[in-house]
């Protein structure tokens, strides 16, 4: 079945610098969506990426989906303590229905 | 507007017993889906519906049961709860299963002794 892979699993920074999470599919996905969920939380939707090369940008948020799309990266510029979370890259591909997510990477920011 | 209302948010049960986990949308979404959250593991999907009347199972179906009689509703039946079913459950809902943003409930802590 597919795969998504997401690296890494945990990622310490400290307060103001840079955050990539990286989202890796076994198989051509059709597009890809990208959730937060904050500690205790339930997932919630960030942005869709569907075309081949695309990118997107949310405030301090950039998104990229590979030229394969294959692959997909999340980068957070400057973060706060605001984005402290599990981040989640979700997909489908290889014609099976439902969504398969990402194991998330963790975010924790150091003031 | 109350989206996607999962019922009950904690509960604790002994092995054996059976238990229905309540999820109810009022966004009249076609998509609706059951996925269990563990340490480690992320969002793992067990069951999921494409309309009333359609169910069709995930990666970790076993041990869980659904139905789908109502656009609004889909339960999640445990029948005999194992330990290993210990975990987050979360409902979501969409208008169809990927091309568009899933709603998520707020979540179900089951905990089986």
């Known amino acids: 079945g597919q795969q998504v892979m997401q690296i890494p699993q945990y990622q310490h920074v400290q307060e103001g610098e840079d955050f990539t999470t990286y989202c890796n599919s076994s198989t051509t996905l059709s597009n890809i969506q990208w959730y937060k969920q904050r500690p205790g939380g339930h997932p919630v939707f960030l942005i869709q990426l569907v075309k081949s090369g695309e990118v997107k940008k949310q405030k301090r948020l950039t998104f990229q989906f590979g030229e394969a799309k294959k692959n997909s990266s999340l980068h957070i510029t400057a973060t706060q303590t605001t984005d402290v979370g599990t981040y989640f890259c979700?997909?489908?591909?290889?014609?099976?229905?439902?969504?398969?997510f990402g194991k998330g990477t963790h975010l924790i920011i150091q003031p | 507007n109350a989206g996607v209302t999962q019922t009950p948010k904690f509960q604790v049960l002994k092995t054996g017993q059976s238990m229905t986990l309540q999820c109810a949308q009022d966004?009249?979404?076609?998509?609706m889906s059951w996925y269990r959250q563990d340490p480690g593991m992320g969002l793992r999907l067990i069951h999921y519906?494409?309309?009333?009347?359609?169910?069709d199972q995930g990666e970790v179906p076993n041990g869980y049961n659904v139905s789908r009689s109502t656009t609004e509703d889909f339960p999640l039946r445990l029948l005999s709860a194992a330990p290993s079913q210990t975990s987050v459950y979360f409902c979501?809902?969409?208008?169809?299963?990927?091309?568009?943003?899933?709603?998520f409930g707020d979540g179900t802590r089951l905990s089986i002794l």
């Open positions: 519906s494409v309309g009333a009347g359609i169910t």
């Open positions: 979700a997909g489908r591909g290889g014609g099976a229905d439902g969504l398969t």
């Open positions: 966004m009249n979404h076609e998509y």
């Open positions: 979501a809902s969409s208008y169809e299963p990927v091309e568009w943003p899933q709603h």
